[in-house]
């Protein structure tokens, strides 16, 4: 069966410090992955997809980026954290664009 | 431009009534739609989904109406038990393109 799996399961982090969130599938291959932010009392936003390696389609211009260095890994990164960078973070995966999304239990942000 | 619209951002219903979440979509190419159910602290999980085909779709407690004329669809939750107080988000694509979700209705039922 396929899992999901994100780390850290939460953080804390000062502002203009960096990220690195890591998300990673088991049980499939070639996913398209997703990252989501949900900011405190808001919906889900779509930050970034990738239909294979190394393939980042960007959703939403901001501080953050994505990479994709293995067909099961996916990774959220910023160089500078901004204190708007806080909220749920979550990776999700799907067999195709417009399927069922399974999401990963999520990494809760705080910067101060 | 929000797609995909919940336009109550909670509700509130007492144990052994039905619960009905409510979403309506503004674009016309989507064919297929799904209902999340999110726990604090968690990822969102897999509820129940429906073709643009259907009008109606059940399983067990969750039924998920679409009303393709109106752009509305709705999801019934009975009897409501203290374990649904989630907050649901209903999403939506088409054509093969991206999921697009719904702001979420948080859902408390009281005991």
């Known amino acids: 069966s396929q899992t999901i799996h994100q780390w850290p399961a939460t953080l804390v982090q000062p502002v203009g410090s960096p990220l690195s969130l890591e998300c990673t599938v088991e049980?499939?291959?070639?996913?398209?992955l997703y990252w989501y932010r949900q900011a405190a009392g808001r919906g889900l936003q779509l930050l970034f997809y990738s239909v294979g390696i190394g393939q980042i389609s960007s959703e939403v211009p901001q501080n953050l980026s994505a990479s994709r260095p293995q067909d099961r890994q996916f990774i959220l990164s910023s160089k500078k954290l901004l204190l708007s960078d806080s909220g749920f973070y979550l990776c999700?995966?799907?067999?195709?664009?417009?399927?069922?999304?399974?999401f990963g239990p999520g990494t809760r942000l705080t910067v101060l | 431009d929000q797609q995909v619209k919940q336009n109550s951002p909670s509700l509130s219903v007492q144990e052994g009534r039905i619960s009905i979440l409510n979403c309506d979509y503004t674009?016309?190419?989507?064919?297929?739609f799904l209902w999340y159910k999110k726990y604090p602290a968690e990822g969102p999980t897999f509820l129940i989904s429906i073709s643009s085909i259907k009008d109606k779709n059940e399983d067990g407690r969750f039924t998920v109406f679409l009303n393709k004329s109106a752009k509305h669809l709705s999801l019934h939750i009975v009897p409501s038990q203290p374990g649904d107080s989630a907050v649901y988000f209903c999403a939506a694509n088409g054509a093969g393109n991206m999921l697009t979700f719904g702001g979420g209705t948080r859902l408390m039922v009281k005991p």
């Open positions: 674009n016309s190419m989507f064919d297929y």
């Open positions: 049980g499939t291959s070639n996913p398209n």
């Open positions: 999700a995966w799907s067999q195709g664009a417009g399927n069922e999304q399974f």
